[in-house]
């Protein structure tokens, strides 16, 4: 039978036309000013998703695991899956609905190298040199979209914005405010050189945008320098959930955390490690604060490029692996639930004898995320945003749309 | 057997050992013979200390904690003045190349100030790993890098105990593969130099032993040596090639991956990223290639060969200076740095980390960026115009824009900027935009 034009819209109209109609309200939405946000926040190094995520009721976590194994103080989440005794604010979240955790997942990069793992995980596709980010593709898919709609809270954008499309970036200054005719003068100096003059434009509307949002000037107050201080994600983390939760804020953000890379002296529920997600929890928390109404609206990724060995390595530490642990967090979020195909971590179940295997794919929470927030559809997602990924089925159960 | 004797050795006791039951005798006069009577403890258990004893120890305990912390914050601080006085060599050399050399093969070679332990390496590093090869052979280099507490403190090696060795069967602690892993693929071969899990397994098997010396037992200026018994025996297979066990081997090892083809490589594509341009001309690299192998590595050959490059003589301006290079070249630009209190250099440090690069603080053993989008956000580059408005502010003599511009980059400076600069509102404004100019900006 053929199908006239006329017949599908009355159709539509008549028997799932509610739901088509949402469906097209959310598209036409989609790139409208203070609707969803998609947070990505990479953690840089490897972050040990065994330790954060422990699989206390995995039979083989505990010799597994050996001198890591976490055993008292941890967040019990279901039979299997506990969150790391510093994770206290995560708790909070899975208690309000707001974090879902997905397990044993990883990029489809299968090697062990920081920095192609980090570039997989950032260009969206299997291979490592890939130059444009996945973020970027998804960005020039909002309809009158500006630079300002994609900020990466970094120093310089990370190759996961990087792209066709205009972006900025955003750190506190520390420097006494600069009088406004000299930048003006050094726009014209960057005529002839549109690289430094958007980036410099950027910077400057972003930080027009920041005070904003934190109600003064940003720019020589003590506080703001211990923003920049290495060890401490707190402060930076809760003016960059003010600057990114503003009314007309930016649709897309990306923070980053290093420093996960545990080769040695990591520790189980107390030490060096527990110290990093403590501090990491207690910046999230801030963030989240920071965010006020917008974090209903918020679907707030929280990634790393690959997992590490099961085993305890050499030196108390752990090595580069596989699967590993992720987050989503956020009003958009439909929390307390573990998303994971677990493998187990007997001996035999282990990638290569040492590594978590991998049963999920990142690229899968991507796709949910931005089919959720930015209202992507499927073919989209595997064509152009994630090239050659049909087979890489989006994670959707764990987004409120 | 009764029950009465089960019940005595599970219920009142511990639970039964086998045969147990069968050798008790009466049940409850084989409890009362316990009461007051306990078996010896395990010796070390009984010997443990006691509590007196921790309290004498106490004192002692803490002071050594205070020691460390003060030797942690002493290395910190000699990082800091040391790191002062390598800029201040910057601002006021004649062989500024020379430098840059340096600075390249340092970032080659990353090692960072990760943690405070850290602190204590970077200057000698520099000093005895980098600084007397970079006109000599790679492989020297790689070998004062492999030997040198710096590096193998920072990717774990001296750490690091063969699992069959003498040491290894002895205590809980074994391989970590960390330093077998970034020298191929960051040191020698590159990521697609052809190597796999297995490689870096026998790497890092080949170099286990490779430690240091601590305290008196070092001698004379090297406190690299070589544990055999930390060594883990046997044969390694390393790219196809069989090694025997023992420190010789490690140099073999080394040496060979020194000359592999995918090391010209992957050097090559790097040095010509480094002083030619972000995108070198195909052309370049592969004759940088064939310098690199023809002549084994040879350092001086490869910087000479640079120079001979009429690609790295284009007028235009290819990279984007880091923010170190960045703030050393506006201190040249005024002829300054001769003299320079610790405070300033301090503060100079500051802001090039404010810039995105705290010296010697990459922030992994991949080393700086060297490419302009690493430096060109939006942020850095606002903290870059900044920083030059500041500075301008900050210079006890004003010098006028126009004449500075001319007298450091001379043909380089385009009309449309010496037409800014010509403008400018004072001479703070105008020496400010001078080193904000894109011509300044880049190099």
Known sequence: ?401 | MSAQAYIALNRFGLGARPGEADALGDPARFLRDQVGNGAPLLPEFAAAPGSAQIMRELPERNRMRDMAEELLKQFRERFRSEMGLRFQHGFTSPTGFHERLVWFWANHFTISVTNLRMFAWPSSYEREAIRPHVSGRFIDMLLAVVRHPGMLLYLDNAQSIGPNSLAGKRIDRGLNENLAREILELHTLGVEGGYGQGDVLALAKILTGWSLKRGDEVVGEDAFNFFPNRHEPGGKTLLGVDYAEGYEEGVRALTALASHPSTARHVARKFARHFIADDPPVASVARLESVFNDTNGDLGALAAAVIEDEAAWQAEPRKMRAPVEYVTAAMRAFGGGAKMERKALDGLMNSCRLMGQFPYGAPSPKGWPDEAKAWAGPDAMLERVEWAHALAARLPQKPDASALARDILGPLMSEHSMTILARAADPVQGVALFLSSPEFQRR
């Open chain 1, 1 to 401: 039978m053929r199908i006239s034009r006329r017949t599908l819209l009355n159709g539509l109209a008549a028997g799932s036309g509610l739901a088509a109609m949402q469906g097209w309200a959310r598209l036409a939405f989609a790139g409208a000013p203070g609707d969803a946000r998609l947070i990505v926040m990479i953690l840089r190094g490897g972050l040990d998703g065994l330790a954060a995520v422990p699989a206390i009721g995995d039979p083989a976590y505990a010799s597994a695991r050996g001198a890591l194994a976490i055993g008292e103080g941890a967040h019990r989440l279901d039979d299997t899956f506990a969150l790391n005794p510093a994770l206290k604010g995560f708790a909070e979240f899975w208690r309000k609905g707001e974090l879902a955790v997905i397990h044993a997942i990883a990029s489809p990069y299968r090697e062990r190298s920081h920095f192609d793992a980090q570039n997989v995980l950032e260009n969206g596709t299997a291979r490592a040199n890939g130059a444009e980010g996945w973020l970027n593709r998804a960005l020039g898919t909002i309809a009158g979209k500006s630079a300002r709609d994609a900020l990466a809270i970094a120093q310089s954008v990370p190759l996961i914005l990087q792209g066709e499309h205009q972006v900025s970036s955003w750190m506190p200054g520390v420097l006494p405010e600069t009088d406004p005719d000299y930048l003006n003068r050094v726009m014209a100096l960057y005529e002839n050189d549109p690289a430094l003059r958007s980036a410099l434009d950027d910077a400057l509307q972003i930080r027009a945008m920041a005070e904003d949002a934190a109600g003064a000037p940003l720019k020589g107050s003590g506080g703001m320098q211990a923003a920049r201080g290495p060890y401490n994600l707190v402060p930076l983390a809760k003016a960059a959930g003010a600057l990114i939760g503003k009314e007309g804020g930016p649709r897309i953000a990306v923070l980053e955390a290093n420093g996960w890379d545990t080769h040695a002296g990591q520790g189980a529920g107390e030490g060096q490690l527990a110290r990093r997600l403590g501090n990491l929890d207690e910046a999230l928390t801030a963030f989240a604060g920071a965010m006020g109404p917008a974090w209903a609206k918020t679907a707030m990724l929280v990634v790393t490029e690959f997992g590490r060995t099961v085993a305890v390595n050499g030196t108390n530490g752990t090595d580069h692996g596989t699967g590993g642990a992720a987050f989503a967090m956020g009003g958009a979020i439909k929390g307390g639930q573990v998303v994971a195909d677990w493998p187990s971590l007997s001996r035999g179940a282990l990638h290569e004898g040492r590594d978590l295997k991998a049963t999920a794919d990142l690229r899968s929470l991507f796709k949910g995320a931005l089919m959720a927030t930015l209202g992507l559809d499927a073919d989209v997602l595997s064509r152009t945003i994630f090239p050659d990924s049909a087979d890489v089925k989006p994670l959707t159960s764990i987004f409120r749309v």
